[in-house]
């Protein structure tokens, strides 16, 4: 009797307390946005932000047992997978899609509706699992990823893909960011270097298999179950995270609360201003001229945006979206400008590897993946191992200092291919690459998340995938630029050393815009070894372009906290 009497006034207590918590959180909000409102200044802002979480529920850090661990840890990786499967499997099924849509000239906007609905978004996701929840944001996340990917199966023209495939990029960029920051909360410091770079290790793992899964799809049924394939896999994945997912779910506040605590003019312009950055970055010199109106409007509005963007996180928003006190200390500040250098160093090569193959050695598509291979899985490899490592021994700064350093060698090694480089060759050198890429790109992960107290690990996080993804874009753009310009240069060169007969200018278009046009029947046969030898030196100082981008990995690396995660024995 005692026992139950006991009980119901524990439930008794407990129900008063969230009440009054509930009362307390209404009351704290609205007399903190009555102060910052009033103009008070950046520190006092941050006290009453303390004072504001302080008073929050108890947002559940439940220990799962290892089966639901591993269970939600599946359904995680199979939709980070999907995700990034998605991105890669899209360009085998290009010529059937333009072939349907007759509607060539917009295919590069697949790619590129995708990339910015990836990037613009991703910060966001971070503060909005803060505020709602880790559990309703991930299933926010594969909800707009699974609509976009039922959209694109449906689509009835190439404005409809379009704008699905962007639906697509906003949704799969909040599933990647978001499950890492999941997998943050339901293991120890300890042990996330381990389970994250097995997420990591999807993207590698799709670009393997993307290319060969799209082949198959697209020749046995058709390109649109491309993305219906999304949906049985998106499908599971929401249902694990549904009934298994139980982390930071008990905020009792009300969303008056949690609305007001959203940055929605800081979401609106760095969106906003996002878009307008990476549309003229990536299509400038392809889709536009660098110096035409459209990429000068567009770069202009965004650096308005952005700087309006900067001005509202600190003097106007409650909440910031992004707090800047997280780039006032080098140790905050150095894994974001690292993370920004290594995605220009990455892509790169990734890019035009396959390509390398395709022009120089006349491989067709599969065969050249298969060519690319060392780099694939020399790059999954060390990702995983680096896991490992940081999760054994504590110490990441080492590695991504040898990572940066070894992927520069390889860069280097690259740069020195041609036409008559042996098979051991270009896979020694692949494998070098691929190894130093691999060694970095889980240890600037941790060197950003340890850089920051637990409050600021969702953001940190999401900011990662943001920065590299924005570096990412910037490194294509420099050196696709870079490569097309000495293509062109080459050309010219070689045909006016061979007294080509015909429009110089005109076959300078058509191999720039198609090297593998090389060896089309129009060429006479005499001038095909020294085009092919003229995209070698396109490509070699293609590849030399990037190793200052992995010197300034390294460089901004040197910044980054020494301080080796501490161990729990």
Same mark, same amino acid.
């Not at 209404?26 to 103009?39: F, P, Q, R, V």
């Given at each position: ?364 598509? !599969?065969?050249?993946?298969? /060519?690319?291979?060392? #780099?694939?899985?020399?790059? &999954? $490899?060390?990702? %995983?191992? =680096? +896991? ?24 280097? !090694?690259?740069?020195?291919? /041609?036409?008559?480089? #042996?098979?051991?060759?270009? &896979? $020694?050198?692949? %494998?070098? =690459? +691929? ?42 753009? %420099?050196? =696709? ?89």
């Amino acid at each position: 009797m005692s026992d139950t009497v006991s009980e119901k006034r524990t439930d008794s207590q407990l129900n008063d307390s969230g009440n009054k918590l509930k009362i307390s959180a209404d009351t704290i909000i609205e007399t903190d946005i009555s102060k910052l409102e009033k103009g008070d200044n950046c520190e006092s802002k941050e006290k009453d932000l303390d004072h504001f979480h302080s008073e929050e529920t108890i947002e559940s850090s439940i220990e799962p047992s290892k089966s639901q661990f591993l269970i939600v840890f599946i359904g995680l990786f199979l939709i980070v997978f999907m995700a990034a499967l998605d991105s890669n499997i899209i360009a085998i099924a290009i010529p059937s899609i333009s072939k349907e849509f007759q509607s060539l000239s917009e295919v590069p906007w697949l790619f590129t509706g995708f990339l910015v609905g990836n990037t613009a978004f991703v910060p966001s996701y971070g503060k909005l699992a803060d505020i709602f929840g880790r559990k309703a944001m991930v299933i926010t996340a594969v909800t707009i990823f699974e609509l976009g990917s039922l959209l694109c199966g449906f689509a009835v023209n190439m404005k409809m893909l379009i704008f699905a495939r962007t639906l697509q990029g906003v949704g799969g960029g909040g599933v990647v960011s978001l499950s890492l920051i999941v997998i943050s909360d339901m293991v120890s410091v300890q042990e996330r270097p381990k389970y994250q770079s097995i997420i990591s290790a999807a993207f590698g793992v799709a670009t393997i298999v993307g290319p060969l899964v799209g082949g198959i799809i697209t020749e046995t049924l058709t390109w649109r179950w491309n993305f219906f394939l999304n949906l049985p896999f998106g499908l599971i994945a929401a249902v694990v995270c549904l009934l298994f997912m139980n982390l930071r779910e008990l905020d009792r506040r009300s969303w008056r609360v949690k609305l007001v605590r959203v940055d929605f003019l800081g979401t609106f312009l760095l969106v906003s201003g996002v878009v307008m950055l990476l549309i003229p970055v990536q299509g400038g010199g392809t889709q536009f001229a660098w110096d035409s109106p459209t990429v000068i409007t567009m770069l202009s509005i965004s650096g308005v945006l952005l700087i309006l963007f900067v001005y509202s996180q600190w003097k106007w928003a409650f909440e910031p979206l992004i707090p800047l006190r997280l780039f006032s200390n080098r140790h905050t500040a150095a894994p974001f400008v690292s993370t920004f250098f290594f995605g220009m160093t990455v892509t790169p090569p990734m890019f035009y590897t396959p390509l390398y193959f395709q022009i120089i050695l006349n491989h067709d598509p !599969l065969a050249a993946g298969e /060519d690319t291979l060392p #780099l694939l899985l020399s790059t &999954i $490899v060390c990702v %995983i191992f =680096s +896991g490992m490592f940081i999760a054994k021994t504590g110490y990441y700064l080492p590695l991504l200092l040898f990572g940066s350093a070894t992927a520069g060698v390889g860069m280097f !090694l690259l740069s020195t291919m /041609d036409e008559y480089s #042996l098979v051991w060759q270009r &896979i $020694v050198y692949l %494998i070098i =690459s +691929g190894s130093g890429m691999g060694l970095c790109i889980q240890t600037i992960l941790i060197a950003c998340q340890l850089s920051v107290e637990e409050k600021d690990l969702s953001i940190v996080t999401a900011l990662k995938s943001f920065w590299q993804t924005i570096g990412s874009v910037f490194g294509l753009a %420099i050196v =696709s630029t870079y490569f097309n310009n000495m293509l062109g240069s080459n050309i010219r060169d070689v045909l006016i050393e061979q007294n080509w007969n015909g429009s110089i200018q005109t076959l300078v278009d058509t191999i720039s815009s198609n090297p593998l046009a090389i060896r089309s029947s129009n060429i006479p046969s005499e001038l095909v070894a020294p085009l092919v030898h003229a995209v070698v030196l396109a490509f070699q100082k293609t590849f030399l372009i990037c190793i200052p981008f992995a010197g300034l990995t390294f460089i901004s690396a040197l910044f980054c906290n020494w301080k080796p995660m501490e161990m729990k024995r």
